[in-house]
Nanobody, 127 residues
Framework: VQLQASGGGLVQAGGSLRLSCAAS????????MGWFRQAPGKDREFVAC????????YYADSVKGRFTLSRDNAKNTVYLQMNSLKPEDTAVYYC?????????????????????WGQGTLVTVSS
């Protein structure tokens, strides 16, 4: 599985960006998809995920109510709509795949559970 993340850039605080992650493979609808981010000098942290079969979404508390994750199975793509951005959202954002989907809810926030990773896209939020 190959992942291509895009959509990062420089935005002012309060602005919006939409990240995309396009995945290869015929079984995209059966991929659990996650987004993580890593700021300079910090560990990679969970941002959001969308489940394979239910398309249920889960968010980190720090982004809940501001970020929305969705998927378009026809385009093999997930979208992370980020609104009301804050300087502390500045990081490299990575998408990841859980396939075959095996993570239980208690595991979805941990990077080690995901099988494939994209190259990352940089989001910079200026104050």
């Amino acid at each position: 599985v190959q992942l291509q993340a895009s959509g990062g850039g420089l935005v002012q605080a309060g602005g919006s960006l939409r990240l995309s992650c396009a995945a290869s493979g015929p079984a995209f609808s059966r991929y659990g998809m996650g987004w993580f981010r890593q700021a300079p000098g910090k560990d990679r942290e969970f941002v959001a995920c969308i489940r394979a079969t239910t398309s249920n979404t889960y968010y980190a508390d720090s982004v809940k109510g501001r970020f929305t994750l969705s998927r378009d199975n026809a385009k093999n793509t997930v979208y992370l709509q980020m609104n009301s951005l804050k300087p502390e959202d500045t990081a490299v954002y990575y998408c990841a795949v859980d396939t075959p989907p095996s993570l239980i809810l208690s595991e979805i926030r941990f990077a080690r559970g995901y099988d494939y990773w994209g190259q990352g896209t940089l989001v910079t939020v200026s104050s």
